[in-house]
């Protein structure tokens, strides 16, 4: 089954001659994964820089971690199109198709995706997209996997903490450790550690609530650039430790961590 016999099922009335099928991929500035799931997609996907959108209807498909499975994020009418002097981008005006909102964040298509191209006409493509699952419920987030494959961005930490996930909860808060912030503009590293009651879950609720947690570097930074700034930030776990570990020998290895990176000299370690 292909991507317009299952949407069909729904909304029978969209045809692939009048749609265009957006490819969201991350391209190293907001990933459409995170948007998605903090619920801001359609209004991120209305700026465009082009006028990618000149059809009747858009389906928007995200790519899940760089392969060819891409979660169907929702069916839209476009309805208007201006040019934004102050963005210097094109702005739609977009209906979301609630016909279509038992699919979202719930159909994963597979798809190899061929070339570079993120706006295809439908027609061309479509019988290439195939239906791989329907999820039982609406993706939220992944399930904690490990913590040897721990990065997230900041989008994704907030709705980790903000919702409270079990699976993250229960596994961050059960260790103590040394973790990683990468700020994904500038290079720069900082290394921290996580002791005591919550582990790691109570010092990276601390960044996702203020986006410094307390650091006079990162606060210094996003003085400069703005609490928005923080979004850049990729949280890792280089180690872990058990919460009853020495408050000195976690502080042992994350001084260990700072010379690896040299993160006193040319981060953001004070």
């Given at each position: 089954m292909n991507i317009f016999e299952i949407v069909k099922i729904k909304y029978p009335i969209i045809s692939p001659e009048e749609t265009k099928i957006h490819l969201a991929v991350w391209s190293g500035e907001d990933n459409p994964i995170d948007v998605f799931l903090n619920g801001k997609f359609e209004e991120w996907q209305s700026y465009q820089?082009?006028?990618?959108?000149?059809?009747?209807?858009?389906?928007?498909?995200?790519?899940?971690?760089?392969?060819?499975?891409?979660?169907?994020?929702?069916?839209?009418?476009?309805?208007?199109?201006?040019?934004?002097?102050?963005?210097?981008?094109?702005?739609?005006?977009?209906?979301?198709?609630k016909e279509l909102e038992y699919f979202s964040g719930k159909l994963v298509i597979k798809y190899k995706r061929t070339g570079r191209q993120s706006y295809l006409n439908a027609e061309n493509w479509y019988k290439n997209m195939l239906v791989?699952?329907?999820?039982?419920?609406?993706?939220?987030?992944?399930?904690?996997?490990?913590y040897c494959k721990t990065s997230l961005s900041k989008a994704k930490l907030d709705i980790i903490i903000s919702q409270d996930i079990d699976s993250w909860r229960a596994a961050l808060s059960s260790v103590s450790g040394v973790y990683l912030i990468t700020d994904r503009i500038s290079g720069k590293l900082y290394v921290g550690s996580a002791t005591g009651i919550g582990g790691i879950w109570q010092r990276w609720r601390e960044y996702s609530l203020n986006g410094h947690g307390g650091n006079k570097e990162l606060k210094a930074i996003l003085k400069e650039k703005g609490d928005s700034y923080s979004k850049n930030f990729q949280f890792t776990i280089l180690e872990i430790a058990?919460?009853?570990?020495?408050?000195?020998?976690?502080?042992?290895?994350?001084?260990?961590?700072?010379?690896?990176?040299?993160?006193?000299?040319?981060?953001y370690n004070n």
């Open positions: 820089t082009k006028r990618n959108f000149q059809r009747k209807y858009i389906l928007a498909l995200i790519q899940l971690n760089q392969t060819d499975r891409w979660l169907f994020a929702g069916g839209y009418i476009s309805k208007n199109c201006i040019f934004s002097n102050k963005d210097l981008c094109y702005r739609y005006d977009t209906k979301y198709i791989g699952e329907i999820k039982p419920e609406k993706m939220v987030i992944d399930d904690f996997l490990g058990d919460t009853h570990t020495s408050i000195k020998d976690i502080l042992n290895r994350e001084s260990y961590w700072k010379k690896v990176f040299c993160s006193n000299e040319f981060g």
